[in-house]
C-alpha cells in the first residue's frame, strides 16, 4: 500500500512539477537572452489559459484545434508586447524595466477580470476521468499526459537550441548580445523570439494547470512557485528550470504527505522554499547555474 | 572599398571620442591603424559595424561609405550582409557554444545556400586545422589561440570583403602571434578580403601592411606607407621602442615628457 501511495505521490509531484518547469522555462528564456525578469509571465500563463477556455468552450473549437490556435495567438501575443513594451524600454535601467514587466502583469490579470470575470471557471478537461492503474496505483490521466506533453515539449526544443540556426543564434546572443551583433544575428528578432516562445509554453503550462484546477484571474500566483524552480535550477539554465521544477513538485507533493502529520498540514506550500533556502546555501548560484567561465 | 570621411562621435551625448577622422582602406589591401590604449580605434570600429548606437554613442558628423554605400545609418546585420566582419577585442568567443557552433554562428547572415556554406567552414578548418580536433569542445575551455583562430574563423564565415581585427594579438605567444600573422596574410590574399589591423603591437602590423594609420586622442595624427611610418623617428620611439644609436629602449630610460611628439605640434 505505502508504495503505491508513493508511486500516486511521485506522479502527481512529476505532473505539477512540470508545471512548474514550463512557467520557469519562460523566465529563464526571457531573462537568459534580454536580461530582463519578466513578471508578467505567470499571467501569460493565465490569459493563455482563457484564451484557449474561449477558443474551446464558447467557439466550440475541439480541444486539440482550439489549444493549438490558443498557441498560435498567444505567440502573436507575445511577439507584440515585447514589441510595444518591452522594446522601447531598451537602454533604460534594468529595475525600469522589470517594473513594466510588473505592470503588464497587473494590465493582463486586470483585463482578463474585465473580459471573463472574476469567479472561477471549470475549464473543459479533455483527459478521461477514470484512473489508469499502474502497479496497483491509480493514476490521474491527466497527470500522465501533462507529464508526457512536457518531456515532448522539452525535447523538441533541445533539438531546437542545439541543431537549428535560429536555435544558435538565440544560444549565442543570449551568452553575449554584442558579439552577436557583430555576426549579423537580428537581436530584436531574437528578442521577439525568446517573448513568443516564452508565451508558448507559458500557455501549455496554463491549459494543463487549469485542467487541474480552474480558471481564475489570480492563478498565475502558481507562478510563485515557479520562483524557486528557477533559483534552485539556476537564473540562467534551461534545464536546470526544468529540473528544478520537477524536484520542487516531487518534494512538495512527498512532504505534504509524509511530513503533515509532524508539521502540520501546509507543509507543501513551504516545502520548495526550504529547499531553495538549503540549496542556496550550498550553491548560491543554483544547482545548474554558471560561474562564468573565463579565459583571458 | 571602405572610406571613413571626417567621423566625429560622441559617447552619452557629450565626450567626444572621435574628433574628425578619415581613413580608406583600398580593395584587397591590409591597412595597420595603430594608436595608444583609449585612442578611438576600437571606437572607430564599432562605429562602421553599426554598434555605436547601442553602446549610448552616436555619430556626430561625417560619413562612412562601403563600396558606394552610406553604411553610418544602417543596422549591424545589413552592414554584415554587405560584407564588413568584425573580429572583437578579446576574442569574444561564445564561451558556452562548442567551436563547431561557434564557427557556424557566424554564416548566419549567408542565403547563398548549404553546399557554400559546407565549403566556407572547410575552407575555414583548412587555416586552422588545429581546430578539428576541437570542434566538439565547449569554446570557454580553449586556449586563448585557439580561440582567435576562431574568431577569425567565424569571421570569414560571412564571407566578408573587409574584415576588421582588433587586436588580434593581445594575450598571445610571440610564437602564435606571428602564426596569425601570417594566417591573416595568408586570408587577405588567398581570399581577396581587406584587412583593417587594429593594433597594439606596431611592429607586427607595420610589417604586414601596406600603409598605416596612428591615432592619437581621436585623431589621426601620421599616415603613410608602412615602409615609411617604419622610419619615422616618432614612430620609431614610441611605438617601436628604438632610438638613435641605442640597439633597443631600455625602460628605465624612458622618458616620455623629455621630448614632445613632433606631430602633436
Known amino acids: 500500500m505505502g508504495f503505491q501511495i508513493l508511486i500516486q505521490l511521485i506522479i502527481t509531484g512529476l505532473a505539477w512539477g512540470s508545471i512548474y518547469a514550463c512557467i520557469a522555462l519562460g523566465f529563464v528564456l526571457i531573462f537568459k537572452s534580454t536580461d530582463i525578469f519578466n513578471f508578467a509571465q505567470p499571467e501569460l500563463m493565465m490569459f493563455g489559459a ?247 | 572599398m571602405l572610406q571613413v570621411n571626417n567621423l566625429e562621435a560622441v559617447y552619452n551625448d557629450i565626450i567626444l571620442v572621435l574628433r574628425g577622422i578619415s581613413l580608406d582602406v583600398p580593395d584587397g589591401s591590409i591597412i595597420a591603424f595603430l594608436g595608444s590604449n583609449g585612442a578611438g580605434k576600437s571606437t572607430t570600429l564599432t562605429a562602421i559595424s553599426g554598434l555605436l548606437d547601442y553602446e549610448d554613442g552616436e555619430i556626430m558628423k561625417g560619413t562612412i561609405e562601403f563600396d558606394g554605400h552610406a553604411i553610418h545609418k ?77 574568431v577569425i574563423g567565424r569571421a570569414l564565415m560571412a564571407r566578408p570583403s573587409l574584415m576588421m581585427l582588433d587586436e588580434p594579438s593581445l594575450g598571445l605567444a610571440p610564437i602564435l602571434m606571428s602564426e596569425i600573422f601570417e594566417i591573416i596574410k595568408r586570408i587577405n590574399r588567398e581570399e581577396k578580403v581587406s584587412i583593417l589591423l587594429v593594433e597594439q603591437n606596431a611592429l607586427m602590423a607595420l610589417a604586414v601592411s601596406e600603409y598605416g594609420y596612428i591615432m592619437e586622442n581621436g585623431r589621426i595624427v601620421l599616415d603613410g606607407p608602412s615602409k615609411k611610418l617604419m622610419e619615422n623617428e616618432d614612430v620609431k620611439e614610441f611605438y617601436l621602442g628604438i632610438k638613435e644609436g641605442e640597439e633597443r629602449k631600455s625602460f628605465a630610460e624612458v622618458k616620455h615628457y623629455k621630448r614632445r611628439k613632433r606631430w602633436l605640434s
Open chain 1, 50 to 296: 482563457y484564451i484557449a477556455f474561449t477558443l474551446i468552450t464558447t467557439l466550440k473549437l475541439p480541444f486539440v484545434l482550439g489549444f493549438f490556435c490558443a498557441l498560435i495567438l498567444m505567440v502573436l501575443i507575445g511577439s507584440l508586447l515585447e514589441m510595444m513594451v518591452v522594446r522601447p524600454m531598451i537602454g533604460e535601467p534594468v529595475l525600469a524595466v522589470i517594473m513594466v514587466t510588473l505592470g503588464l502583469a497587473n494590465v493582463l490579470r486586470g483585463l482578463t477580470g474585465l473580459f471573463w470575470g472574476y469567479e472561477e471557471l471549470q475549464f473543459p478537461s479533455p483527459f478521461p476521468e477514470e484512473p489508469l492503474i499502474i502497479f496497483g496505483a491509480a493514476i490521474n490521466q491527466a497527470e500522465i499526459y501533462t507529464i508526457l506533453a512536457t518531456a515532448i515539449l522539452l525535447v523538441i526544443f533541445f533539438l531546437f537550441f542545439k541543431y537549428s540556426g535560429a536555435g544558435i543564434s538565440m544560444r549565442a546572443t543570449a551568452e553575449d548580445t554584442r558579439t552577436a551583433f557583430l555576426m549579423g544575428i537580428n537581436v530584436k528578432g531574437v528578442f521577439t523570439a525568446s517573448w513568443a516562445i516564452a508565451s508558448l509554453v507559458a500557455t501549455i503550462a496554463g491549459v494543463f494547470l487549469a485542467s487541474f484546477t480552474f480558471l481564475e484571474p489570480i492563478m498565475g500566483h502558481v507562478g510563485l512557485k515557479a520562483l524557486p524552480a528557477i533559483i534552485l535550477g539556476g537564473l540562467d539554465s534551461v534545464h536546470g528550470a526544468i529540473i528544478g521544477g520537477l524536484i520542487i513538485g516531487v518534494t512538495e507533493n512527498l512532504a505534504g504527505f509524509y511530513l503533515e502529520d509532524y508539521l502540520g498540514s501546509g507543509i507543501n506550500e513551504i516545502t520548495a522554499y526550504v529547499i531553495v533556502l538549503i540549496v542556496m546555501m550550498i550553491r548560491p548560484y543554483g544547482l545548474f547555474g554558471t560561474k562564468e567561465i573565463e579565459r583571458v
Open chain 2, 74 to 150: 544602417m543596422d549591424p546585420q545589413e552592414i554584415v550582409r554587405l560584407g564588413i566582419t568584425q573580429v572583437p577585442e578579446g576574442r569574444r568567443v561564445f564561451g558556452e557554444l562548442t567551436v563547431d557552433e561557434n564557427i557556424r554562428v557566424g554564416a548566419h547572415t549567408r542565403r547563398d545556400g548549404k553546399a557554400e556554406v559546407e565549403q566556407d567552414y572547410n575552407m575555414v578548418l583548412g587555416y586552422f586545422p588545429v581546430l578539428r580536433d576541437r570542434l566538439k569542445l565547449q569554446a570557454g575551455f580553449c586556449s586563448g589561440g585557439e580561440q582567435q583562430m576562431m
